[in-house]
């Protein structure tokens, strides 16, 4: 008896093992046409002044980071800069990547199911590629409580790269943005 059930053991954490590496195999190469660093304008919403948009997507082990800032030259004797970055690991579900800071997080017991446990103070992040689209999307409240959704949807077009970022609360679209930049030319080494 006892045999049999280190038998099974060692069966499940071999099909464990299997299973795992078969999923961090078949991510690879997802992501990768999305590598480097883009440059360009947005506009956010109409008549306002256009904003420097900077987005940097490199790979780390089993994922990849984000890391992307606007600029805005409402005043250019005082530029504002705001700066994100984010990094992203695989999920079982081939196209979609979790934030690492989430899957690390003590707050909610699973990063496959964030509802349940407490409600998080954190964003809820993660990203999704389909086809020549990289989505982050960011999940949170309002301080009132109402469900606050962002959305950054990043399209491939050769060299270029086009931003469709999105601002929803309650469902109902509360701000906008497109972009459009161009993949940085590689310097030899």
């Keep these: 008896?006892?045999?049999?059930?280190?038998?099974?053991?060692?069966?499940?954490?071999?099909?464990?093992?299997?299973?795992?590496?078969?999923?961090?195999?078949?991510?690879?190469?997802?992501?990768?046409?999305?590598?480097?660093?883009?440059?360009?304008?947005?506009?956010?919403?109409?008549?306002?002044?256009?904003?420097?948009i900077n987005v940097v997507i490199q790979p780390l082990e089993h994922g990849f980071n984000v890391s992307w800032d606007t600029i805005s030259l409402r005043d250019p004797r005082n530029p504002k800069r705001k700066t994100h970055a984010v990094d992203f690991v695989k999920t079982p579900d081939q196209t979609l990547y979790v934030s690492k800071a989430h899957k690390d997080r003590t707050d909610v017991p699973l990063a496959s199911d964030p509802l349940q446990?407490?409600?998080?103070?954190?964003?809820?992040?993660?990203?999704?590629?389909?086809d020549n689209t990289l989505s982050l999307y960011a999940f949170e409240r309002t301080d009132d409580g109402r469900p606050d959704v962002q959305a950054y949807h990043r399209t491939l077009h050769g060299d270029k790269m086009k931003l469709h970022f999105i601002r929803y609360i309650e469902g109902k679209a509360v701000k906008q943005a497109k972009g459009k930049m161009r993949r940085a030319k590689e310097r030899a080494k």
Excluded at 118 to 125: C, D, T, V
């Design 1 to 52: 008896m006892e045999g049999d059930a280190m038998n099974r053991i060692q069966v499940i954490s071999c099909v464990i093992a299997l299973l795992w590496s078969g999923i961090a195999a078949a991510g690879d190469g997802i992501v990768e046409k999305f590598f480097g660093s883009f440059s360009g304008t947005s506009t956010w919403g109409s008549g306002l002044t256009p904003r420097d």
């Design 117 to 130: 446990g407490p409600m998080p103070k954190a964003p809820l992040i993660w990203a999704r590629v389909n």
